[in-house]
């Protein structure tokens, strides 16, 4: 009889156990992100049907510093989403530079916009995503869950305007 009660204790702790362990929030929170001065900007995820450049991510560099981004990795809520941002890419102080799904399409709209990379071989949800950037170390950098729906601006659903962070 103990041996059956034991053994019904220690089942259902350890199926507690999985139970805190499978529902552990495994969302990132501010203090998962180190501070690099290079930030998620602006989303283009669902555009005008007249006006479509595809998916893109702009990052800047609010920082003093010149940022080298090689080896960096732009995902979105997929970790077998990854574009690896090319060796030597640096990030002057107040630059911005555009990660694009298409570049013809992203160039024949945007001809003047530069820095720009592509093609990053995976779009961001129209119904909502989340975009991440990591640095070299695979240190998340910043991280932005965006939806079509208040308190996101639902404009940027398909009606022109981007997600201007």
Do not use: A, Q, Y
């Given at each position: 009889?103990?041996?059956?009660?034991?053994?019904?204790?220690?089942?259902?702790?350890?199926?507690l156990g999985l139970l805190f362990y499978c529902c552990e929030d495994t969302q990132p929170d501010s203090s998962d992100i180190i501070d690099s001065g290079v930030v998620i900007n602006e989303i283009n995820y669902n555009s005008?049907?007249?006006?479509?450049p595809d998916d893109w991510v702009e990052i800047y560099n609010n920082s003093s510093e010149t940022i080298d981004l090689g080896s960096w990795l732009l995902k979105d809520d997929k970790d077998d989403h990854i574009f690896t941002i090319p060796l030597n890419t640096l990030l002057l102080p107040n630059q911005y530079l555009v990660f694009c799904t298409d570049t013809i399409k992203f160039t024949a709209l945007f001809p003047d916009v530069n820095p720009y990379y592509g093609d990053l071989g995976f779009g961001l949800g129209g119904g909502g995503d989340i975009v991440?950037?990591?640095d070299y170390n695979g240190l998340l950098v910043d991280i932005v869950e965006y939806d079509d729906i208040a308190p996101w601006d639902t404009l940027a659903d398909g009606s022109g305007p981007t997600l201007e962070l």
């Open positions: 009889m103990k041996s059956s009660i034991r053994n019904f204790i220690e089942t259902n702790l350890i199926m005008l049907d007249s006006f479509d991440r950037l990591f």
